[in-house]
């Protein structure tokens, strides 16, 4: 009878332990800022001459005030401004659940007419950010009627040279404005696909290859403006293919591989935070509260026990 007491006593005591243990945080005191940027414009579209304001938003979505917060990298050549550079200004601080809010105002450049869009980027950072910085940054950019160009496309084998036809290339234009170009390409029996007079601006490009065939990179990205523009997607033997390359035409432009790129990516991947606060109190609690439970069955077990020992 004793021993079974003793052995309950000591798992209450061990739970009880065993609650405290587990109940405190250990990065229970790792508050952090978490800083995300978002980026209007005052119209859906430019024109040269325009006036354009553009509205940048820092909001703090993390658990302590963000401080010293500050611009790490913006793009200020998009329109010829008429106020001063957010990265001009002194260092701020952003408590949780709050926003900061600037604005710039600038002109649409004749430039823009050739480009086909205006664009701007901004990057915030706070000294006690955590590791999730991949929305500090904001990348937008509207489109600016004005050029048309044409789009060349090239499949080639790797190893020959030779075009490749079949393959399905997706044409899409990469601005935040409404009713984007968005088209699909097919190569010829030569390997090569062409887009007429599209509208100047940023286009992602995507290749869907033919049985057979696998794209060394499968996506890339071009300018169209008044000039003729050429991607070349090179490819590689996966098996049988069901398209015979083709010699390269006598003639045919040479156009040289346009990998990928995209706005520069921040640093560092999301992250949770432990539990903290009235949480982890209750949960310390009830791990003190077994422990004084076991302790005191453990004083009281041994008090009967020596009610009934004889005193010889």
């Known amino acids: ?136 940054i904001a990348y937008r950019s509207i489109r600016v009627p004005g050029q048309l160009g044409d789009l060349t496309v090239y499949a080639r084998d790797e190893s020959t040279g030779a075009g490749v036809a079949g393959a399905k290339i997706t044409v899409d234009e990469r601005t935040s404005s409404p009713g984007n170009l968005s088209t699909e390409l097919t190569t010829d029996a030569d390997g090569v696909a062409t887009l007429k007079a599209a509208p100047a601006g940023s286009y992602a490009l995507r290749i869907k290859t033919p049985q057979g065939w696998k794209a060394e990179i499968p996506a890339a990205q071009t300018n169209i403006s008044g000039k003729p523009a050429t991607v070349t997607f090179r490819l590689e033997r996966n098996g049988e293919p069901t398209v015979a390359p083709t010699a390269t035409p006598s003639g045919s432009a040479s156009a040289t591989p346009v990998p990928t790129t995209t706005a520069p990516p921040a640093p560092g991947s999301g992250g949770g935070l432990p539990v903290t606060g009235s949480n982890a109190a209750l949960v310390v609690g009830a791990g003190l509260g077994l422990v004084l439970i076991g302790a005191a069955a453990f004083l009281t077990a041994r008090r009967r026990r020596t009610r009934f020992v004889s005193s010889n």
């Open 1 to 136: 009878m004793v021993l079974r007491k003793a052995a309950r006593v000591a798992l209450a005591v061990g739970a009880g332990l065993g609650f405290v243990a587990f109940g405190v945080p250990a990065y229970a005191d790792d508050a952090k800022s978490d800083l995300k940027t978002a980026i209007a414009f005052s119209s859906d579209l430019g024109k040269v001459g325009e006036s354009i304001t553009v509205t940048v938003t820092v909001t703090n979505n993390g658990t302590a005030t963000a401080t010293d917060t500050s611009v790490v990298r913006e793009w200020d050549d998009a329109l010829d401004w008429t106020s001063p550079p957010i990265a001009a200004g002194a260092k701020f601080d952003v408590a949780p659940g709050e926003s900061k809010v600037f604005t710039r105002t600038g002109v649409v450049p004749q430039k823009a007419y050739d480009d086909g869009y205006v664009q701007v980027l901004y990057y915030f950072h706070a000294t006690n950010e955590n590791t999730n910085t991949n929305d500090n």
